[in-house]
């Protein structure tokens, strides 16, 4: 083989290896594109399955929180998961008076640091309980266990949320879209 060819073989490889690490995208959530350049509130705002989430934020006043540079992750619960919830329930959560316990509600979904699916579920298989303990910035217990090849987040009062889109990178953090609704005690 000349060296031409090979250095066009070896360019070629190179190229092709790249154009792959580049056309790996960010999973699209409730129908929209979500965009690793931009940040936690300006992806989930187009997200159609997460509109109650949205409404939330925004009735807690915790948009600036979650568009501040973080790192965060958020375990975004689906509409449906709040529909799940008792009546009248997120209709009481988002009343003025109900701000604070809507805020602990919230927060109980917001960890430090940015987690990938993967460094959750390490740290699950390396506990010798099964599952990764850890705390969310309400100050509430929350506990991760792999079953099979899926992640299951846990609250303090042991109803787990299945994650269902894991590693949706936001410029300032990772969205973990899970099923429920996590509650504190």
């Known amino acids: 083989m000349t060296f031409a060819k090979t250095l066009f073989s070896a360019t070629t490889a190179i190229a092709l ?17 979500m965009f690793e350049s931009k940040n936690i509130v300006e992806n989930a705002v187009n997200s159609a399955d997460h509109t109650t989430l949205v409404a939330a934020v925004t009735a807690a006043g915790l948009v600036d929180t979650l568009a501040s540079p973080g790192p965060v992750t958020v375990l975004a619960p689906v509409n449906a998961g709040f529909e799940a919830l008792p009546a009248g329930t997120v209709e009481t959560l988002l009343k003025p008076e109900s701000k604070d316990m809507l805020t602990k509600v919230l927060t109980s979904h917001v960890v430090a640091g940015k987690w990938s699916a993967a460094d959750i579920a390490s740290a699950a298989r390396k506990s010798p309980d099964g599952f990764y303990h850890f705390k969310a910035v309400s100050g509430d217990a929350l506990s991760a266990q792999v079953k099979g090849k899926n992640v299951y987040i846990y609250d303090e009062n042991g109803n787990a949320s299945l994650v269902t889109i894991a590693d949706v990178d936001q410029s300032n953090g990772v969205i973990h879209v899970i099923n429920k609704v996590l509650l504190p005690k």
Request: glycine residues 18%; proline residues 6%.
């Open 17 to 33: 290896t790249a154009g792959a690490a580049f056309a790996a995208e960010n999973p699209m959530v409730g129908g929209a594109a």
